[in-house]
């Protein structure tokens, strides 16, 4: 009888696996190290940075055009990665971009990346935004490959 059970819990936990990944993809766990509504770079970007040098010339670049300054989240590239993500120029409030999830297969990374955008009834500022999402994952040299889902807020 005790066999059963377990066997029987066993299945369940199979069958219940809530994963959305796809057989031979590892969940790549991360770190969230800013995200802002404002920076200086006007285009819609997406990179992985691998080494200091490549990092302190994207800040220099995002940060160029801002009055405050951010603190550059500190990386130490023997360890670790960075991947960053840039919604570009937009016109008004409400638009946002945030990496949601990575995964690992192969040779590549999958960095799934979700942009919203404000409906036509939602209310916003009509400040210039420029949304970006930056995470720290472990060292990799792997090429990244990125995934983008628009959702349009429904304002009532």
């Given at each position: 009888?005790?066999?059963?059970?377990?066997?029987?819990?066993?299945?369940?936990?199979?069958?219940?696996?809530?994963?959305?990944?796809?057989?031979?993809?590892?969940?790549?766990?991360?770190?969230?190290?800013?995200?802002?509504?404002?920076?200086?770079?006007?285009?819609?970007?997406?990179?992985?940075?691998?080494?200091?040098?490549?990092?302190k010339k994207l800040?220099?670049?995002?940060?160029?055009?801002?009055?405050?300054?951010?603190?550059?989240?500190?990386?130490?590239?023997?360890?670790?990665?960075?991947?960053?993500?840039?919604?570009?120029?937009?016109?008004?409030?409400?638009?946002?971009?945030?990496?949601?999830?990575?995964?690992?297969?192969?040779?590549?990374?999958?960095?799934?990346?979700?942009?919203?955008?404000?409906?036509?009834?939602?209310?916003?500022?009509?400040?210039?935004?420029?949304?970006?999402?930056?995470?720290?994952?472990?060292?990799?040299?792997?090429?990244?490959?990125?995934?983008?889902?628009?959702?349009?807020?429904?304002?009532?």
């Amino acid at each position: 009888m005790k066999f059963l059970f377990f066997i029987t819990i066993i299945f369940l936990f199979a069958a219940c696996n809530g994963s959305d990944t796809k057989k031979g993809e590892i969940i790549v766990p991360f770190d969230s190290l800013t995200h802002r509504y404002y920076s200086s770079i006007n285009e819609k970007k997406y990179v992985i940075i691998k080494n200091e040098s490549d990092y302190k010339k994207l800040w220099d670049e995002f940060y160029k055009d801002l009055d405050q300054l951010p603190i550059i989240p500190e990386v130490d590239f023997t360890k670790h990665s960075v991947i960053a993500v840039f919604m570009g120029v937009k016109n008004t409030g409400g638009f946002d971009i945030k990496i949601d999830k990575i995964t690992s297969s192969g040779s590549k990374l999958t960095v799934s990346v979700i942009e919203t955008s404000p409906g036509v009834n939602c209310m916003v500022t009509d400040a210039i935004t420029k949304p970006s999402d930056f995470v720290k994952i472990d060292k990799t040299d792997k090429e990244a490959e990125f995934k983008v889902t628009s959702i349009i807020t429904d304002c009532k």
